[in-house]
Protein backbone atom coordinates (compact mmCIF):
# COMPACT_ATOMS: atom_id res chain seq x y z
CA UNK A 1 0.00 0.00 0.00
CA UNK A 2 0.77 3.69 -0.67
CA UNK A 3 1.96 5.30 2.06
CA UNK A 4 1.92 9.52 2.59
CA UNK A 5 2.92 11.53 5.68
CA UNK A 6 1.84 14.46 7.31
CA UNK A 7 4.00 16.67 9.55
CA UNK A 8 1.22 19.26 10.47
CA UNK A 9 -0.37 21.17 13.97
CA UNK A 10 -3.22 19.13 15.65
CA UNK A 11 -6.38 20.39 14.98
CA UNK A 12 -9.46 19.53 17.53
CA UNK A 13 -12.05 20.10 14.96
CA UNK A 14 -10.92 18.02 12.67
CA UNK A 15 -11.26 20.58 9.97
CA UNK A 16 -7.58 21.23 9.62
CA UNK A 17 -4.23 20.23 10.09
CA UNK A 18 -2.98 16.60 10.47
CA UNK A 19 -6.59 15.46 11.25
CA UNK A 20 -8.11 16.55 7.74
CA UNK A 21 -4.81 15.56 5.82
CA UNK A 22 -5.66 12.09 7.37
CA UNK A 23 -9.13 11.88 6.15
CA UNK A 24 -7.58 13.47 2.61
CA UNK A 25 -5.70 10.61 2.64
CA UNK A 26 -7.83 7.64 3.40
CA UNK A 27 -10.33 9.27 0.64
CA UNK A 28 -7.69 8.89 -1.54
CA UNK A 29 -6.62 5.78 -1.18
CA UNK A 30 -3.63 6.09 0.55
CA UNK A 31 -1.98 4.82 4.25
CA UNK A 32 -1.77 8.08 6.20
CA UNK A 33 1.38 8.71 8.56
CA UNK A 34 1.34 11.41 11.10
CA UNK A 35 3.85 13.55 13.38
CA UNK A 36 2.00 16.74 15.03
CA UNK A 37 4.63 19.56 15.50
CA UNK A 38 2.21 21.43 17.59
CA UNK A 39 -0.97 21.20 19.55
CA UNK A 40 -3.91 24.02 19.31
CA UNK A 41 -6.77 25.12 21.04
CA UNK A 42 -9.18 26.02 18.47
CA UNK A 43 -12.71 25.51 16.98
CA UNK A 44 -14.94 26.66 13.81
CA UNK A 45 -14.31 30.16 15.24
CA UNK A 46 -10.85 31.03 15.24
CA UNK A 47 -7.56 29.88 17.05
CA UNK A 48 -7.14 30.66 20.47
CA UNK A 49 -3.64 29.25 21.35
CA UNK A 50 -0.42 27.16 20.13
CA UNK A 51 1.43 24.88 22.02
CA UNK A 52 4.81 24.16 20.78
CA UNK A 53 6.24 20.23 20.75
CA UNK A 54 9.80 20.30 22.45
CA UNK A 55 12.15 19.50 19.13
CA UNK A 56 13.67 16.65 21.04
CA UNK A 57 10.39 14.91 21.02
CA UNK A 58 9.79 15.93 17.34
CA UNK A 59 12.98 14.31 16.25
CA UNK A 60 12.51 11.18 18.18
CA UNK A 61 8.97 10.72 16.61
CA UNK A 62 10.42 11.68 12.66
CA UNK A 63 13.49 9.22 13.28
CA UNK A 64 11.51 6.42 14.66
CA UNK A 65 9.01 6.63 12.07
CA UNK A 66 11.64 7.05 9.30
CA UNK A 67 13.76 4.14 10.44
CA UNK A 68 11.04 1.85 10.10
CA UNK A 69 8.83 3.41 6.88
CA UNK A 70 9.70 5.02 3.73
CA UNK A 71 6.39 7.44 2.97
CA UNK A 72 6.09 7.37 -0.97
CA UNK A 73 5.13 11.64 -0.16
CA UNK A 74 5.45 14.13 2.92
CA UNK A 75 3.63 17.14 3.22
CA UNK A 76 4.37 20.03 5.90
CA UNK A 77 1.50 21.82 6.84
CA UNK A 78 2.25 23.98 9.63
CA UNK A 79 5.60 24.21 11.06
CA UNK A 80 6.33 26.74 13.73
CA UNK A 81 9.62 26.93 13.94
CA UNK A 82 12.98 26.99 12.58
CA UNK A 83 14.09 24.39 14.18
CA UNK A 84 11.72 22.05 13.42
CA UNK A 85 12.11 23.72 9.77
CA UNK A 86 15.93 22.28 10.27
CA UNK A 87 14.78 18.65 10.76
CA UNK A 88 13.15 18.52 8.44
CA UNK A 89 15.32 19.31 5.75
CA UNK A 90 18.09 17.31 7.24
CA UNK A 91 15.80 14.17 7.12
CA UNK A 92 15.23 14.49 3.51
CA UNK A 93 18.32 14.29 2.73
CA UNK A 94 18.97 11.73 5.08
CA UNK A 95 16.55 9.34 3.95
CA UNK A 96 16.75 10.60 0.62
CA UNK A 97 12.60 11.37 0.76
CA UNK A 98 10.75 12.11 -2.18
CA UNK A 99 7.43 14.00 -2.81
CA UNK A 100 7.53 16.85 -1.16
CA UNK A 101 4.93 19.10 -1.41
CA UNK A 102 5.27 22.24 1.18
CA UNK A 103 1.87 23.98 2.24
CA UNK A 104 3.84 27.19 3.87
CA UNK A 105 0.94 28.04 6.62
CA UNK A 106 1.64 31.26 7.85
CA UNK A 107 -1.76 32.52 9.63
CA UNK A 108 -5.31 30.83 10.38
CA UNK A 109 -8.30 32.04 8.63
CA UNK A 110 -9.04 34.50 11.19
CA UNK A 111 -5.81 35.96 11.38
CA UNK A 112 -3.84 34.91 13.75
CA UNK A 113 -0.25 34.05 13.31
CA UNK A 114 0.73 30.62 13.28
CA UNK A 115 4.60 31.06 12.95
CA UNK A 116 7.04 32.74 14.82
CA UNK A 117 9.06 35.22 13.60
CA UNK A 118 11.89 34.60 10.93
CA UNK A 119 10.85 31.67 10.31
CA UNK A 120 9.15 31.99 6.53
CA UNK A 121 13.04 32.81 5.88
CA UNK A 122 14.36 29.58 6.76
CA UNK A 123 11.17 28.23 4.79
CA UNK A 124 12.54 30.07 1.81
CA UNK A 125 15.93 29.52 1.97
CA UNK A 126 16.02 25.40 3.17
CA UNK A 127 12.80 23.83 2.87
CA UNK A 128 11.75 25.58 -0.45
CA UNK A 129 14.42 24.04 -2.34
CA UNK A 130 13.83 20.08 -1.49
CA UNK A 131 10.04 20.43 -2.40
CA UNK A 132 8.33 19.29 -5.40
CA UNK A 133 5.89 21.34 -5.08
CA UNK A 134 4.60 24.39 -2.70
CA UNK A 135 1.39 25.47 -2.59
CA UNK A 136 1.13 29.18 -0.58
CA UNK A 137 -2.36 30.76 -1.48
CA UNK A 138 -2.64 34.05 -2.44
CA UNK A 139 -1.93 36.25 0.47
CA UNK A 140 1.04 33.50 1.74
CA UNK A 141 2.81 33.76 -2.01
CA UNK A 142 2.57 37.62 -1.56
CA UNK A 143 3.83 37.91 1.87
CA UNK A 144 6.44 35.16 0.33
CA UNK A 145 7.43 37.39 -2.86
CA UNK A 146 6.37 41.21 -1.69
CA UNK A 147 3.63 40.90 -5.01
CA UNK A 148 0.56 42.41 -4.02
CA UNK A 149 -1.64 39.43 -6.34
CA UNK A 150 -5.02 41.42 -7.44
CA UNK A 151 -5.29 39.34 -11.20
CA UNK A 152 -3.56 36.70 -13.23
CA UNK A 153 -0.72 38.40 -14.64
CA UNK A 154 -0.15 38.83 -10.45
CA UNK A 155 -0.22 35.28 -9.80
CA UNK A 156 2.30 34.61 -12.37
CA UNK A 157 4.63 37.18 -11.11
CA UNK A 158 4.55 35.95 -8.00
CA UNK A 159 4.84 31.85 -9.25
CA UNK A 160 7.92 33.40 -10.89
CA UNK A 161 9.41 34.70 -7.56
CA UNK A 162 8.67 32.21 -6.09
CA UNK A 163 10.40 29.58 -8.33
CA UNK A 164 13.53 31.76 -7.70
CA UNK A 165 13.70 29.73 -3.98
CA UNK A 166 14.34 26.27 -5.51
CA UNK A 167 11.31 24.15 -5.58
CA UNK A 168 10.84 22.30 -8.48
CA UNK A 169 6.89 23.51 -9.37
CA UNK A 170 4.60 26.36 -7.42
CA UNK A 171 1.01 26.25 -7.20
CA UNK A 172 -0.81 29.26 -6.38
CA UNK A 173 -4.24 28.54 -4.81
CA UNK A 174 -6.86 30.96 -3.42
CA UNK A 175 -7.51 33.63 -6.39
CA UNK A 176 -10.95 34.86 -6.75
CA UNK A 177 -11.09 36.80 -9.97
CA UNK A 178 -13.67 37.70 -12.30
CA UNK A 179 -16.10 36.23 -9.77
CA UNK A 180 -14.29 32.61 -9.89
CA UNK A 181 -12.08 31.05 -7.77
CA UNK A 182 -8.78 30.36 -9.66
CA UNK A 183 -5.61 28.31 -9.04
CA UNK A 184 -2.14 28.58 -10.75
CA UNK A 185 0.47 26.18 -11.60
CA UNK A 186 4.02 27.10 -12.79
CA UNK A 187 7.12 24.67 -13.30
CA UNK A 188 8.86 27.11 -14.76
CA UNK A 189 8.03 26.53 -18.63
CA UNK A 190 4.69 26.82 -18.45
CA UNK A 191 1.31 27.90 -16.51
CA UNK A 192 -1.79 26.24 -16.25
CA UNK A 193 -4.54 28.50 -14.60
CA UNK A 194 -8.08 26.40 -13.27
CA UNK A 195 -11.40 27.81 -12.13
CA UNK A 196 -14.46 27.08 -10.79
CA UNK A 197 -17.39 29.33 -9.74
CA UNK A 198 -16.77 30.75 -6.22
CA UNK A 199 -19.19 28.76 -3.47
CA UNK A 200 -20.14 31.53 -1.20
CA UNK A 201 -19.37 31.23 2.79
CA UNK A 202 -16.22 30.31 5.03
CA UNK A 203 -14.84 26.94 4.64
CA UNK A 204 -11.98 25.72 7.53
CA UNK A 205 -8.88 23.80 6.23
CA UNK A 206 -9.53 24.25 2.18
CA UNK A 207 -5.41 24.98 2.27
CA UNK A 208 -4.98 21.62 3.94
CA UNK A 209 -7.29 19.68 2.22
CA UNK A 210 -5.42 20.38 -1.44
CA UNK A 211 -2.04 19.96 -0.51
CA UNK A 212 -2.95 16.83 1.17
CA UNK A 213 -3.98 15.61 -1.95
CA UNK A 214 -1.35 16.81 -3.92
CA UNK A 215 0.86 14.66 -1.53
CA UNK A 216 -1.71 11.65 -2.00
CA UNK A 217 -1.84 11.94 -5.68
CA UNK A 218 2.53 12.20 -5.52
CA UNK A 219 2.42 9.22 -3.28
CA UNK A 220 0.17 7.43 -5.84
CA UNK A 221 2.56 8.29 -9.22
CA UNK A 222 1.23 10.76 -10.39
CA UNK A 223 2.84 13.54 -11.54
CA UNK A 224 2.69 17.63 -10.15
CA UNK A 225 0.06 18.62 -13.22
CA UNK A 226 -1.96 15.60 -12.69
CA UNK A 227 -2.09 16.29 -9.11
CA UNK A 228 -3.21 20.08 -9.77
CA UNK A 229 -6.28 18.94 -11.43
CA UNK A 230 -7.41 16.28 -9.23
CA UNK A 231 -7.26 18.36 -6.23
CA UNK A 232 -8.63 21.65 -7.71
CA UNK A 233 -11.47 18.97 -8.50
CA UNK A 234 -11.50 17.32 -5.28
CA UNK A 235 -12.07 20.40 -3.30
CA UNK A 236 -14.60 22.40 -5.21
CA UNK A 237 -17.07 19.26 -4.39
CA UNK A 238 -15.45 19.09 -1.02
CA UNK A 239 -16.65 22.51 -0.40
CA UNK A 240 -19.89 22.21 -2.15
CA UNK A 241 -21.13 19.21 0.29
CA UNK A 242 -19.25 21.01 3.25
CA UNK A 243 -20.87 21.18 6.63
CA UNK A 244 -21.42 23.28 9.48
CA UNK A 245 -21.04 21.89 12.42
CA UNK A 246 -20.38 24.42 14.74
CA UNK A 247 -20.93 28.21 14.84
CA UNK A 248 -18.70 29.04 12.40
CA UNK A 249 -16.66 28.25 9.45
CA UNK A 250 -17.94 25.12 7.68
CA UNK A 251 -15.71 21.93 7.69
CA UNK A 252 -14.76 20.46 4.16
CA UNK A 253 -16.80 16.81 3.01
CA UNK A 254 -13.35 14.65 2.88
Known sequence: MRTALTIAGSDPTGGAGLQVDLKTFRSMGVYGLSIPTVMTAQNTLGVYEVHELPVDFFIRQLDMLLEDITPDALKTGMIYSSEIIEVVVDRVREYSLRNLVVDPVTVSSTG??????????????????????????????????????????????????????????????????????????????????????????????????????????????????????????????????????????KILDV
Open 112 to 249: RPLIKDGVLEVMRKFLFPVAEVITPNIYEASLLTGVDIHNEEDMKESAKRLMEFGPSSVIVTGGHLHHTAVDLFFDGREFILLEKEVVDGGYHGTGCVFSAVITASLARGYRVKEAFVKAKEFVHNAIRSARAIGRGM
